[in-house]
T-cell receptor, first 112, second 114 residues
Framework: GEDVEQSLFLSVREGDSSVINCTYT??????LYWYKQEPGAGLQLLTY?????DMKQDQRLTVLLNKKDKHLSLRIADTQTGDSAIYFC????????????FGTGTRLKVLA | NAGVTQTPKFQVLKTGQSMTLQCAQD?????MSWYRQDPGMGLRLIHY???????DQGEVPNGYNVSRSTTEDFPLRLLSAAPSQTSVYFC?????????????FGNGTRLTVT
């Protein structure tokens, strides 16, 4: 079946780096996304990576893509308490359908 | 520019009642979709629409109906509510014509069925 897998929980200390991992299913996915969900809110696009890239950096965020292993990661440098949220990775496994498949979400807790 | 607006934010229903969750977007997006979010299960697609007058089923469509009479609105109807439909519901829209097409989400409707 189509499963995008993430670990459910991650706890880090303020100022440390966080690494959230995701294993996706379809090597033909064109874009892979990271969304952030704060308590009581909808999901907001955090960043994305095009499938022909290995890495994308955006300020404190670094996305790494390993297409061979179908592994996607999100690194947050200098993690702050405001980064506490649920992080979802997502792919579109069938080209042209725009039917996203979401991971289960990783709840990041930042300890002061 | 409000983005995607969902109403109500909270709702409690008794088993067997029906209701409609409203969703509107002001970005002129062709694609709209409904997801439900349950603990440990991520987001699952209920129904989606690729344009006015066109709808299709997602992963978990049973017990829900949708219609798309305008580009802006995409209501989700629960025909006869069941406790298994207790969840948080999100509406989303996107624009497939722009290549990279991230979803824009509403803030969700938290539904409890007793």
């Amino acid at each position: 079946g189509e499963d995008v897998e993430q670990s459910l929980f991650l706890s880090v200390r303020e100022g440390d780096s966080s690494v959230i991992n995701c294993t996706y299913t379809d090597s033909s996915s064109t874009y892979l996304y990271w969304y952030k969900q704060e308590p009581g809110a909808g999901l907001q696009l955090l960043t994305y990576i095009f499938s022909n890239m290995d890495m994308k950096q955006d300020q404190r965020l670094t996305v790494l893509l390993n297409k061979k292993d179908k592994h996607l990661s999100l690194r947050i440098a200098d993690t702050q308490t405001g980064d506490s949220a649920i992080y979802f990775c997502a792919e579109i496994p069938t080209s042209g359908t725009y039917k996203y498949i979401f991971g289960t979400g990783t709840r990041l807790k930042v300890l002061a | 520019n409000a983005g995607v607006t969902q109403t109500p934010k909270f709702q409690v229903l008794k088993t067997g009642q029906s209701m409609t969750l409203q969703c509107a977007q002001d970005m002129n997006h062709e694609y709209m979709s409904w997801y439900r979010q349950d603990p440990g299960m991520g987001l699952r697609l209920i129904h989606y629409s690729v344009g006015a007058g066109i709808t299709d089923q997602g992963e978990v469509p049973n017990g829900y109906n949708v219609s798309r009479s305008t580009t802006e609105d995409f209501p989700l109807r629960l025909l006869s509510a069941a406790p298994s439909q207790t969840s948080v519901y999100f509406c989303a829209s996107n624009d497939p014509g722009s290549g990279n097409s991230p979803l824009h989400f509403g803030n969700g409707t938290r539904l409890t069925v007793t």
